[in-house]
């Protein structure tokens, strides 16, 4: 049998932690009765015309400053034409070229080796709607749209497919989530839908550059679930390949209660998207003076102050860890170590 290398490649979802939607003045709130966050610009009603929320692009570009990546300064929004059954309008408004942030790059530490994965963009895009299937009698079989989430501002980023393993996918999502969360840009919890993961898997044989076919694996709201939905996929391409089989460019679903992937439908390319200039939003310049008072707003970030915990205080490097797993833990640490100092 072959041996084979594995290429994955991640789109991470997160929503902007911002009082009011992307687009719109309506609350973010979560857990509030459905389809009282609304208003005619998120249920898209004919002749609503979407207002940009600075706050969001102030999320982004802050996120995109703390990864190393290069803000783009001129601006402009995309309708993404695809069928979306849970927003209205049936198009979703995002960016397509340039995005908000482009090539950025994040270290993670894997069996005690460093590596940089490389970051291909962050855009800024509308969240969909939610819809909830209700499954009973073959009469009662229904689906209900709630429209509070449709138009909160999500942040998209994309990396390189330059993670080799499930363990790397992991760390990255670790890595990722603490970050964003020490600079307050996104919430992050994946048991609210406010961070969620779609995974492209594909191996190869060992050497070959070409990349392998490329199986995506969508809407995935844990990390251990990402982590578990990888190593499955592999062994499942493994197999395919090692029986004489061929592997279909294809969108799979994880089910996390029976440990496998399911085929839903066949990939989508661009072109499937129809992507084509947002004509309600007019293109926005960003002045340097805008970037870099945000650029004074990122802090030290998790990586850097876990080593600075070790090297300041000698401490482990599990106690570091810990201690710097959120900002609202390293903050009490210094603070009560200052003060048993005084």
Sequence with gaps: MADYETVVGLEVHMQINTKSKVFCECSTQFGAEPNSNTCVICTSQPGAIPILNKKAV??????GLALNFTINKQCTFARKQYFYPDVPKNYQITQSEPPLCSRGKLAITVSGKEKIINITRIHLEED???????????????????????GVGLMELVTEPEITSQHEALEFLKELKSIVEYLGTSKCSMEEGKMRCDVNVSIRPVGQKELGTRVEIKNMNSIS???????YEIERQKEVLNSGGKLTQETRLWEAEEGITKS??????????RYFPEPDLVPFNLPDSFIEELQ???????????????????????????????????DYYEEAFNAFKR
């Design 264 to 273: 839903m439908r066949s990939k989508e390319g661009a072109l499937d998207y």
């Design 296 to 330: 004074k707003q990122v802090l030290e970030l998790p990586r850097a102050r876990k080593a600075r915990f070790v090297k300041d205080y000698g401490l482990s490097e599990c106690d570091a860890d810990y201690l710097t797993s959120t900002r609202m833990i390293a």
């Design 225 to 231: 679930g990402v982590r578990n939905a990888i190593a």
């Design 58 to 63: 102030e999320a982004v570009v802050k996120t």
């Design 128 to 150: 969909a709607g939610k819809l909830v299937h209700e499954i009973g009698s073959k009469k009662l079989d229904y689906s209900l749209l709630d429209l509070n989430r449709a």
